[in-house]
């Protein structure tokens, strides 16, 4: 037997569940002689809205007589995936781990199955509690500073789209993929193009991982914050809000972006860092229908929500869509009283009526650089207080494209229903972005209509602010990923190493394999 790659399989949409008798038939392989047959990559090509495709990538086992197949340039022999090793922890000291999102999660995997026992440090609570804390807050606005849409077993990505596309060209992309699929979400995400969870699968993979980390030795500590530490020697003592302390030669900080008290104690401890640009802006939101159209056409009806993406270049700034959420909703993610932040969210079905995205401003360390490395975060929290100010009642400030593009305010919806789930206030956004993000995005809409025809419409909500896209700091580590305190270990979308579940995942992963 003969184990192929098959790729431009051009296949109509309408056709996509006969895709095995269209690939026999198009490399003319029997159907009784196939004895494996699996989707390693499928993408929508809709650059013909009369004529919208699906593209695949096939592997299958056949007979050795089809060897002649190799002369097509279409075909080629399957190489074998690249294992992973896990080679037995040789240290002393079990490593700990601080915080449970993607960095900290497969670090503390491989740490696992490499019979480290890893302690697990995380603030929030586990899954099944952190959901009932969102969920409290959605409905009543009474928020659990440290379980919310940002702590928490799973991170901030957790309650999200749940992505899994990443620019990072990485060897471990498909092996983080493939722990995804086994840990419980749908096996279309080893093969789509761009890949997604959605928050109610994430859960439960979540839950999965953590329970295999456990089965191996590892030990959970929720509701704990790391708040100090002590260097003697080769050794770190971590000290935690409740009395607990922990001892280890090998500490890994996978804090996400929104650990702020953590970040100022780390920078008082003498923790080098250094500033990074992020972004601000807003939420958008459409009907998914109109974007359904938009990029499908008429073949609209027989694809999944669709989703777009689009990018800016203004003379001195970068406007761009970011976490485009099909089928979802505007998030209340607040992880500190008195704030305004927004996120969007999709379960994997992404079936609600609206799409949102995130339409952000870049913002450099010039904009914000007073002195202290610490700057950036003072600068985030400044728009946070100011949005939840401008209502002071949790609702978030909101306009319509029509009448922020003409220097008006709107004083209700049209076409489109916001989901925010506390409400929006209708206001001006100047209020609560610096003048040069209002600016921009002023700019920037009808440029991006261009692109993407629809997105400016008039009717379209917007949504502030959204300013949790990244970490304002970078923790800085050397070749070895060690911080400029030997034995910690800086990780993922916090440490400023990341932007995305996937990348935070592998670069978790690629430090957790760097100990052993």
Same mark, same amino acid.
């Given at each position: ?29 029997? #159907? ?17 809205k009369n004529n919208v ?45 601080? %915080? ?23 603030? %929030? ?12 807050? /959605? ?17 901030? %990505? ?7 596309? #990443? ?8 092996f983080i993929l493939n ?59 971590? &000290? ?28 008082? &401890? ?16 459409? /009907? ?14 027989? /694809? ?41 969210m999709s379960e994997h ?9 995130? /339409? ?52 209700? &919806? ?96 690629? #430090? ?5």
């Open positions: 037997m003969i184990h192929l790659k098959l790729s431009n399989i051009k296949i109509p949409v309408a056709e996509a569940k006969n895709i095995k008798n269209l690939v026999c038939k198009q490399f003319r392989i029997r #159907t009784e002689d196939l004895d494996g047959f699996r989707i390693v990559r499928q993408s929508v090509d809709a650059r013909k495709l699906y593209n695949y990538q096939v592997e299958v086992t056949i007979p050795d007589n089809y060897r002649s197949l190799l002369n097509s340039p279409d075909a080629t022999e399957c190489v074998a995936a690249k294992e992973i090793a896990y080679p037995k922890w040789q240290h002393d000291r079990q490593p700990v781990v601080v %915080g449970f999102g993607p960095a900290g999660m497969f670090a503390a995997l491989y740490l696992a199955r490499c019979g480290a026992h890893p302690i697990i440090i995380e603030r %929030g609570e586990r899954i099944e509690e952190r959901q009932q804390s969102v969920q409290r807050f /959605l409905q009543t606005k009474v928020l659990n500073p440290n379980s919310n849409v940002q702590f928490g077993e799973g991170g901030a %990505g957790t309650f999200s789209d749940g992505k899994l596309n #990443t620019n990072v060209n990485s060897e471990f992309n498909q722990e995804f699929y086994q840990h419980g979400a749908p096996e279309e995400v080893t093969y789509q193009q761009n890949p997604h969870v959605g928050t109610d699968y994430l859960s439960k993979v979540v839950k999965n991982i953590r329970t295999e980390i456990e089965s191996l030795g590892g030990e959970f500590h929720f509701n704990t914050i790391f708040d100090a530490f002590e260097k003697d020697g080769e050794e770190l003592r971590i &000290h935690c809000n409740n009395d607990k302390t922990f001892v280890t030669n090998h500490l890994l900080l996978g804090l996400g972006h929104s650990a702020r008290d953590t970040i100022r104690m780390l920078h008082a &401890h003498g923790v080098l860092m250094e500033p990074k640009g992020f972004s601000i802006g807003v939420r958008m939101e459409h /009907l998914q229908r109109d974007i359904n159209r938009m990029q499908y056409g008429q073949a609209a009806n027989l /694809l999944p929500p669709a989703s777009y993406k689009g990018v800016v270049h203004l003379k001195d700034r970068g406007v761009y869509t970011f976490c485009m959420c099909p089928g979802g909703t505007v998030m209340a993610s607040a992880s500190e009283e008195g704030t305004i932040v927004t996120n969007g079905k992404r079936d609600k009526a609206n799409a949102n995205s995130a /339409l952000l401003v870049s913002v450099g360390p010039e904009d914000f650089l007073q002195g202290s490395v610490l700057d950036g975060i003072d600068y985030q929290e400044k728009y946070e207080q100011l949005a939840f100010r401008m209502a002071g009642d949790g609702r978030a400030p909101g306009n319509l494209v029509g009448e922020f593009l003409k220097g008006q305010i709107a004083t209700r &919806h049209r076409k489109v229903v916001p989901s925010y789930p506390h409400g929006l206030y209708y206001g001006d956004f100047s209020r609560c972005l610096p003048d040069y993000a209002v600016y921009a995005l002023r700019e920037a809409l009808p440029l991006l209509d261009r692109k993407l025809p629809g997105i400016a419409n008039v009717d379209t909500v917007l949504t502030g602010v959204e300013t949790r896209s990244s970490s304002p700091v970078r923790i800085i580590r050397n070749e070895e990923r060690i911080s400029s305190v030997s034995g910690i270990y800086p990780i993922g979308e916090g440490a400023g190493y990341a932007g995305g579940i996937m990348s935070a995942a592998i670069d978790g992963l690629k #430090t957790a394999i760097s100990l052993t």
